[in-house]
């Protein structure tokens, strides 16, 4: 299997057109073709010799995914369905804010942490993703975007996967990101979300990156926590806490606490309480996710005055929390739902 082009690093570049015997400066052009310019094949890379283009298209493949269906909703949310080589999809999302276009990328074929309230768990892990894999999903709905005249401004890795069991590749792909030659994202534009794998956290506090770090923490006790999310039993809540606390003496960035309300579950009035005194005086920013029907658990919506009332509790500890928009609820925007629904219709034609 070739590796994929956006896989590779200007650095990483700069020493394959060494080895091939060609100046440096092919690096940059190269780079030029794959992020700025957006080619979609090698033969389009017309300042490259045709015998360099024909030694690259031996070595790598420049595509990464094929579109299997890209839903647009009415407020603009793109949910793009992707085939990779191997026949596996995965789902990239582009959502519009005030601010610019965001685009949440997948890590994993599928997810082995099981927390109870994601569809994307359900059929466990197939495999990693490789960062050019995920590099080509940005790249991907920059295509889409240039059809508008607009750009992607920012990343969250907060699709399918769990980032920081795929830590080297999650790493590169936001080296890559940032790279001014490329598609160049701020980091501080770049958000990672985890579950809590406490030693990744020690790890990436040390990265010497300016990404913004999400925690889904979506329970205010490790009682509660170990039943929504079973990584709570690997990672106790306590630990998370203290590696949290590193990563913010460390980087002195501030952390943002994903919280998704499931109705009855742990959008009581005592666990906003519970809430803000956990992360009183941390300097965290506490997202509220109104939690996304899953069939397979029978999970319910909190109502929106409940939402607005755990809020208002929650910043009474001065804690700033927000409530997170949601993005194209008129297409299967639940994050693994459009893959489900494809692995479902494949099972049943199979
Ligand atoms: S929420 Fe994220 S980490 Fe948890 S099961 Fe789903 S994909 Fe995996």
């Known amino acids: 299997m070739k590796p994929f082009v956006y896989d590779r690093t200007y650095t990483e570049w700069k020493e394959w057109m060494k080895e091939e015997g060609e100046p440096l400066f092919r690096a940059d052009q190269l780079m030029d073709w794959l992020y700025k310019k957006r080619v979609n094949s090698f033969e389009e890379m017309t300042n490259l010799s045709r015998r360099l283009r024909e030694r690259l298209s031996d070595a790598f493949h420049l595509h990464a995914l094929e579109t299997i269906t890209a839903q647009e909703s009415a407020d603009g949310t793109v949910k793009f369905l992707f085939q990779l080589h191997d026949g596996h999809a ?13 685009v949440c990328v997948t890590t994993q074929v599928g997810c082995r942490i099981g927390c109870t309230f994601c569809a994307s768990t359900l059929g466990g892990l197939k495999r990693n993703l490789s960062a050019g894999e995920v590099v080509a999903q940005v790249v991907a709905a920059q295509k889409y975007l240039d059809r508008e005249g607009e750009r992607v401004d920012s990343v969250v890795i907060m699709g399918i996967g769990e980032p920081f069991e795929n830590y080297d590749a999650t790493v590169r792909f936001m080296r890559v990101m940032n790279d001014k030659r490329g598609l160049w994202i701020g980091q501080r ?14 790890r990436f506090a040390d990265e010497g990156l300016q990404a913004v770090l999400a925690i889904s923490l979506h329970a205010p006790n490790q009682e509660l926590r170990r039943k ?13 806490l203290e590696a949290c606390h590193y990563y913010t003496e460390k980087t002195g960035r501030r952390i943002t606490y994903e919280y998704a309300l499931i109705g009855g579950k742990n959008d009581q009035q005592s666990h906003a309480h519970e809430l803000g005194q956990l992360l009183q005086g941390s300097g965290a920013l506490v997202n509220l996710i109104p939690v996304n029907y899953v069939p397979e658990r029978n999970y319910i919506r909190t109502p929106r005055n409940r939402i607005f009332n755990f809020q208002r509790i929650v910043e009474s500890y001065k804690v700033k929390a927000t409530i997170r928009r949601e993005h ?4 299967d925007a639940a994050c693994g739902q459009l893959r489900a629904k494809h692995l ?7």
């Open 228 to 240: 929504l999310m079973p990584i709570s039993r690997r990672y106790p809540l306590s630990d998370l």
């Open 344 to 350: 479902d219709a494949e099972r049943r034609t199979s």
């Open 90 to 102: 995965i789902e990239t999302v582009i959502m519009r804010h005030n601010y610019g276009n965001s």
């Open 328 to 331: 194209g609820s008129d297409i």
């Open 189 to 202: 534009h770049i958000t990672v979300s985890t579950s809590g794998i406490v030693p990744a956290i020690y």
